[in-house]
């Protein structure tokens, strides 16, 4: 393991670089390109493939190419890691991820992913430095957003974290995209929309708002919203419902959990 002195005086390296001002997002360096209202809308996480006929807006991983449909946004898990990557990150990093006696503390709905320890300043600001390069990477490879995911790992972090620590690591996300010329999109946690909002958020993607009835903690406060309902929770029928709403998103699809591509026979996506 690194040496203490090492650790601390990177953090504290890291907060007098990146949280200068942290907790407003501060003017962009570039133009913002905002999403454009209503729009058909896909979510490829799991695969990446030709974007469905009409589809224009298209959300990948940071590691795969825009779509090019039209409007592309960026996913990143900015308050936890990437399965293929926790065991390595924990290793160069053991510092900012949460721990418990037995090792890394882990989403318990996705085992792989080890929770980002955000609780102070220091902390916040070194991995605010990481995922900041890879923010940065979604505009140089062409995105036009970015999704930032996992706002909610408080939630499951065992009384470690706080909203409050998370909010202010949302913020320099924030700051940091919009320097890039990106626009950033919350992704869940409704109960924290108006704030986010505040801290500089352009729009959202939501996952199963209306099969948990909160979409309109996000239409009420984003013009556009992107929502996605999951086949084995809403159901086809159900969906069909949700979609003549008036009060609905402005773009909602239905997909397979697993959002794999249309080569697979699990795949699933309707659009409304």
Same mark, same amino acid.
């Given at each position: 393991?690194?040496?203490?002195?090492?650790?601390?005086?990177?953090?504290?390296?890291?907060?007098?670089l990146?949280?200068?001002?942290?907790?407003?997002?501060?003017?962009?360096?570039?133009?913002?390109?905002?999403p454009?209202?209503g729009?058909?809308?896909?979510?490829?996480?799991?695969?990446?493939?030709? $974007?469905?006929? &009409?589809?224009?807006? /298209? !959300?990948? @991983?940071?590691?795969?190419?825009?779509? =090019? *449909?039209?409007?592309?946004?960026?996913?990143?898990?900015?308050?936890?890691?990437?399965?293929?990557?926790?065991?390595?990150?924990?290793?160069?990093?053991?510092?900012?991820?949460?721990?418990?006696?037995?090792?890394?503390?882990?989403?318990?709905?996705w085992?792989?992913?080890?929770?980002?320890?955000?609780?102070?300043?220091?902390?916040?600001?070194?991995?605010?430095a990481?995922v900041?390069?890879?923010?940065?990477?979604? $505009?140089?490879? &062409?995105?036009?957003? /970015? !999704?930032? @995911?996992?706002?909610?790992?408080?939630? =499951? *972090?065992?009384?470690?974290?706080?909203?409050?620590?998370?909010?202010?690591?949302?913020?320099?996300?924030?700051?940091?995209?919009?320097?890039?010329?990106?626009?950033?999109?919350?992704?869940?946690?409704?109960?924290?929309?108006?704030?986010?909002?505040?801290?500089?958020?352009?729009?959202?993607?939501?996952?199963?708002?209306?099969?948990?009835?909160?979409?309109?903690?996000?239409?009420?406060?984003?013009?556009?919203?992107?929502?996605?309902?999951?086949?084995?929770?809403?159901?086809? @029928?159900?969906?069909?419902?949700?979609?003549?709403?008036?009060?609905?998103?402005?773009?909602?699809?239905?997909?397979?959990?697993?959002?794999?591509?249309?080569?697979?026979?699990?795949?699933?996506?309707?659009s409304?």
């Amino acid at each position: 393991m690194i040496h203490r002195v090492l650790v601390a005086g990177a953090l504290a390296l890291a907060a007098v670089l990146v949280l200068a001002g942290c907790g407003a997002p501060g003017p962009s360096a570039s133009p913002v390109r905002l999403p454009p209202l209503g729009a058909r809308f896909d979510y490829q996480l799991g695969a990446a493939y030709d $974007a469905p006929t &009409g589809v224009t807006v /298209v !959300e990948r @991983d940071r590691t795969a190419a825009p779509a =090019r *449909a039209g409007y592309d946004i960026c996913y990143v898990n900015g308050f936890q890691t990437q399965p293929a990557e926790s065991e390595r990150f924990a290793a160069d990093h053991p510092e900012l991820v949460l721990h418990t006696a037995d090792g890394p503390l882990v989403d318990a709905g996705w085992p792989d992913e080890y929770l980002f320890d955000t609780s102070t300043e220091a902390k916040r600001a070194a991995v605010a430095a990481l995922v900041g390069v890879w923010i940065r990477g979604c $505009a140089r490879h &062409g995105f036009a957003a /970015v !999704e930032i @995911d996992n706002l909610d790992s408080y939630t =499951r *972090a065992q009384g470690a974290l706080t909203a409050q620590d998370n909010l202010a690591l949302a913020a320099e996300y924030a700051r940091i995209a919009h320097t890039a010329g990106l626009a950033i999109a919350q992704k869940n946690t409704a109960d924290q929309t108006r704030r986010l909002r505040a801290a500089g958020y352009d729009f959202a993607v939501a996952e199963s708002c209306s099969r948990f009835s909160e979409c309109d903690a996000y239409t009420d406060v984003y013009p556009a919203v992107f929502d996605i309902e999951y086949a084995d929770e809403l159901g086809a @029928d159900a969906f069909d419902r949700a979609c003549a709403d008036p009060t609905r998103p402005p773009s909602m699809i239905l997909r397979d959990h697993s959002l794999v591509g249309p080569d697979s026979a699990q795949y699933v996506y309707r659009s409304c």
